[in-house]
């Protein structure tokens, strides 16, 4: 019996160590194809999408192996991952790994070093030199970089936003951000941080120095889709929607004269100040004024709203305006002004053509004037992007040489600092003043801002006598629009109002002119 025992355990550990013996002596391993692997034994994919690319492939024992890779990741153009490997029954082997880089690719444009990238492989390789090859990269790594035009798509709330930039950027992997430019009303510059970028994209809310920002967005095929909803910082209440004053008449006493029927209220608000010895212009230019904005501008606006994104909006009629000569002098009674007003055709302006934001007290409104061009001219307006951006762009003696060629004129006798000043509207937004008093909201620009368009100066031409020509540069401009067909003949009447006030204006004490306006 003990014999028996005996031989048993013998057979036992010869069994043992034969199999001890067989894996250590299993060198498949060393059959597997090394080195670079070539294209038609290569099932390459990226993310889950066919791709193409240099597989390089070395196994070190049994179990384990290096898969390297080249140009398959944007900006990585050499990825080797330390790999597992399991002999399968057929005598493959599947290998999987991870590995993460925290370098920067070194393909996209970007000033901040160091983001985070993290890249996954498996696949099997045969003893023939088939490979399968899957690699998952995710982090913030894949976005880096500037997106424009066709890389990126942009969304305003429901607004799809053309000819924008937005950088992105990161230090690492918890330090990611999106900068946008020209795109949060006011600021040339806004940067979202703290983004965190997953598998499946990036998603957020960020304070700007204007505005809340709640952001989401993802990138498929090196293009950037990013969506923003904005609520502008609205400090004063400022973001509603007004309806234009009642047109109202009453007394009104100027030059030793009370007028029964003098318009003290309407649609534009009229805050003149100018007595000099002759006449109390500021009263009753004043009422004229008030009279000609009450009777036209509810003809053509019936509201306008600051919206809580930033864009201002109006409902607004583009049917035929009437308009009376005699009223600039004998306005027309209440009941008369309101059965000018349309009863139908109003329509919803669309948004991104102009934007509001607040800043040191002031409400700037900055038209987006590309689109604004776009909208009025349609197809005619291909190929003025260009032009546009030469006038916004350029100095005084550059815009004036294009507008005399526009209106075909000889010179434009505009001053330069009137000319930077309107641009400087133009492009940073118009500086008004809001006063709250009484449920009316006015909204307007005040005599520091009218000031350069309203001094009297020398045009460089002499009149028949041979003395210098003297003309404000707001006239200059009223008259050639007017001479060009831009502005309807019942402006172009105002030009005789616009040479008085500005005659005047060294007497004048307050030039407030803007709307009056009362919230819904």
Not at 100 to 118: C, F, G, N, W, Y
Not at 375 to 396: E, F, Y
Request: charged share 20%; aromatic share 8%.
């Amino acid at each position: 019996m003990k014999k028996n025992l005996l031989y048993l355990f013998a057979l036992i550990c010869s069994v043992s160590l034969f199999t001890a013996c067989s894996d250590d002596d299993d060198n498949s391993w060393q059959e597997l194809p090394k080195g670079e692997i070539k294209a038609e034994n290569v099932d390459f994919q990226l993310n889950g999408t066919n791709t193409t690319g240099t597989v390089n492939f070395e196994a070190t024992s049994l179990q384990s192996a290096t898969v390297g890779f080249k140009n398959v990741v944007d900006g990585y153009s050499d990825i080797t991952v330390d790999v597992t490997m399991e002999k399968q029954a057929d005598g493959s082997f599947k290998f999987n790994g991870t590995k993460d880089i925290m370098t920067k690719p070194v393909t996209r444009e970007t000033s901040q070093p160091a983001p985070l990238l993290k890249v996954t492989v498996d696949g099997m390789i045969t003893p023939e030199g088939k490979v399968t090859l899957n690699v998952s990269a995710t982090g913030a790594g894949l976005y880096i970089g500037t997106y424009k035009d066709e890389t990126l798509v942009l969304t305003y709330g429901e607004t799809l936003l053309t000819g924008k930039e937005v950088v992105f950027d990161a230090t690492n992997g918890d330090n990611v951000t999106i900068l946008l430019k020209n795109v949060i009303p006011g600021e040339e510059e806004a940067t979202l941080t703290g983004v965190k970028v997953d598998g499946e994209g990036f998603s957020g809310t960020a304070k700007t120095a204007n505005a809340s920002v709640e952001y989401t967005g993802s990138r498929k095929d090196k293009v950037l889709t990013l969506s923003l909803k904005v609520t502008m910082n609205d400090p004063k209440g400022w973001a509603k929607t007004y309806g234009l004053a009642e047109y109202t008449t009453g007394e009104l006493t100027y030059n030793d004269y009370t007028n029964p029927n003098a318009v003290i209220a309407g649609a534009g608000y009229v805050n003149y100040v100018c007595v000099t010895e002759s006449s109390d212009y500021g009263t009753s230019y004043g009422a004229m004024f008030r009279g000609i904005f009450g009777v036209l501008l509810p003809q053509v606006l019936q509201s306008v709203t600051l919206g809580v994104d930033g864009n201002v909006t109006a409902s607004y009629n583009s049917g035929a305006i009437q308009f009376q000569p005699m009223w600039a002098l004998m306005p027309p009674t209440a009941d008369v002004a309101k059965k000018l007003i349309p009863t139908e055709g109003w329509l919803q302006s669309p948004t991104n053509l102009a934007y509001w934001f607040e800043k040191d007290g002031k409400l700037y409104v900055k038209l987006n004037i590309p689109v604004i061009v776009a909208q009025a001219m349609g197809s005619g307006a291909a190929g003025l992007d260009g032009i546009i951006d030469q006038v916004l762009k350029g100095d005084p003696a550059t815009v004036k040489a294009m507008l005399a060629k526009l209106l075909k004129v000889e010179s434009i006798a505009i001053s330069d600092e009137s000319i930077a000043m309107l641009l400087d509207w133009v492009n940073n937004g118009f500086p008004l003043n809001v006063k709250v008093a009484d449920g009316h909201s006015y909204i307007y620009l005040d005599k520091s801002a009218f000031a350069p368009l309203m001094a009297v100066h020398e045009t460089g031409e002499v009149d028949s006598w041979g003395d210098p020509v003297k003309m404000s540069d707001i006239l200059i401009l009223w008259d050639m629009l007017s001479k060009s067909g831009i502005l309807p003949p019942e402006a172009a009447m105002a030009s005789m109002l616009i040479g008085a006030i500005s005659g005047n204006w060294e007497a004048t004490e307050a030039f407030d002119l803007g709307l009056d306006l009362q919230a819904k």
